[in-house]
């Protein structure tokens, strides 16, 4: 699992059968301290997150894993929004 921040919308008319209803959404991977790693990877939301969240997205075989996205072509998932983050035991982030 890795966290990230959402940055965007991906809007695609033409695409698989299996990822019709699905939002694809960008995401900069961050850092525990929230600073970006200014690396961005496209994931298929499976809990309603929105631009500015910080979420939790995990990839490979276990993007399949969330009840909804087990025969969904995918290989990064967003399976929460993050309400805080304790870093070194600071909090680092907290949802408003």
């Given at each position: 699992m890795e966290l990230a921040k959402v940055e965007g919308t991906i809007v695609s008319t033409a695409k698989s059968?299996?990822?019709?209803?699905?939002?694809?959404?960008?995401?900069?991977?961050?850092?525990?301290?929230?600073?970006?790693?200014?690396?961005?990877?496209?994931?298929?939301?499976?809990?309603?997150?929105?631009?500015?969240?910080v979420v939790?997205?995990?990839?490979?075989?276990?993007a399949r894993q969330a009840e909804k996205l087990t025969n969904?072509?995918?290989?990064?998932?967003i399976v929460a929004i993050v309400d805080s983050v304790e870093f070194k035991g600071k909090v680092v982030f907290r949802k408003s």
């Open positions: 059968e299996k990822l019709l209803g699905y939002k694809l959404l960008l995401l900069n991977l961050i850092n525990p301290d929230m600073s970006s790693s200014n690396n961005y990877v496209v994931a298929v939301d499976a809990v309603g997150a929105g631009e500015g969240e939790i997205v995990v990839r490979g075989s276990s969904v072509p995918t290989d990064s998932s």
